[in-house]
């Protein structure tokens, strides 16, 4: 009996670990979102150097943020604010086709607002993601996105201070966005 829990735990162990090493190197953290949809269940993970604030954030009216470890939120160059909305019966399309319109009016007719190609969650879902742009002069929205939950909808919105590239800002950005993960609720059964 004694050998047949032994082999028990160190197949379950072997399983275990050979899950482990199939999954992307993302741990599970006080810096990580887990929010429980209808149907879905999402995973935000920060990029790499960043944290998640959820206080200072939801005072500015999004469900919480990511900034970079050694900044403040109040003095962060670089935020990634999520914004997590129940969107019941509004189609998706319409979402973003009011969203776009009302970055146009905000902005005035000179911004440039264009898809960016191929951006993936880490469970493999297409995530229409859109750079933010007026030549002229300086904006702090530089990217947004948004993940189609069906009965959720989350908006991901990278703004920036001048002291920050667009681009090292897009790459933190796209990172956060490629680690996401969005898994069917499931129930654990017998």
Same mark, same amino acid.
């Given at each position: 009996?004694?050998?047949?829990?032994?082999?028990?735990?160190?197949?379950?162990?072997?399983?275990? %670990?050979?899950?482990?090493? %199939?999954?992307?190197?993302?741990?599970?953290?006080?810096?990580?979102?887990?929010?429980?949809?209808?149907? /879905?269940?999402?995973?935000?993970?920060?990029?790499?150097?960043?944290?998640?604030?959820?206080?200072?954030?939801?005072?500015?009216?999004?469900?919480?943020?990511?900034?970079?470890?050694?900044?403040?939120?109040?003095?962060?160059? /670089?935020?990634?604010?999520?914004?997590?909305?129940?969107?019941?019966?509004?189609?998706?399309?319409?979402?973003?086709?009011?969203?776009?319109?009302?970055?146009?009016?905000?902005?005035?007719?000179?911004?440039?607002?264009?898809?960016?190609?191929?951006?993936?969650?880490?469970?493999?879902?297409?995530?229409?993601?859109?750079?933010?742009?007026?030549?002229?002069?300086?904006?702090?929205?530089?990217?947004?996105?948004?993940?189609?939950?069906?009965?959720?909808?989350?908006?991901?919105? /990278?703004?920036?201070?001048?002291?920050?590239?667009?681009?090292?800002?897009?790459?933190?950005?796209?990172?956060?966005?490629?680690?996401?993960?969005?898994?069917?609720?499931?129930? /654990?059964?017998?």
């Amino acid at each position: 009996m004694r050998q047949i829990r032994l082999l028990l735990t160190l197949a379950l162990g072997c399983a275990c %670990a050979a899950g482990v090493a %199939a999954e992307p190197q993302s741990t599970l953290d006080s810096n990580t979102a887990f929010y429980e949809g209808e149907s /879905l269940n999402y995973v935000v993970y920060p990029p790499e150097g960043y944290r998640m604030v959820d206080w200072e954030a939801t005072a500015d009216g999004y469900s919480f943020a990511f900034i970079p470890k050694a900044q403040t939120y109040d003095e962060a160059d /670089l935020m990634i604010g999520v914004n997590i909305f129940k969107i019941r019966g509004l189609a998706f399309d319409e979402v973003i086709t009011n969203d776009t319109v009302a970055v146009r009016e905000h902005y005035g007719d000179n911004v440039s607002i264009w898809p960016v190609d191929s951006i993936f969650a880490a469970s493999g879902q297409t995530i229409p993601t859109f750079f933010v742009n007026d030549p002229s002069r300086f904006l702090p929205n530089v990217m947004i996105s948004y993940v189609n939950g069906g009965t959720e909808l989350l908006v991901f919105e /990278l703004v920036i201070t001048d002291r920050v590239a667009r681009v090292k800002a897009g790459d933190a950005f796209i990172e956060c966005l490629e680690k996401l993960k969005v898994l069917p609720v499931g129930e /654990l059964g017998y």
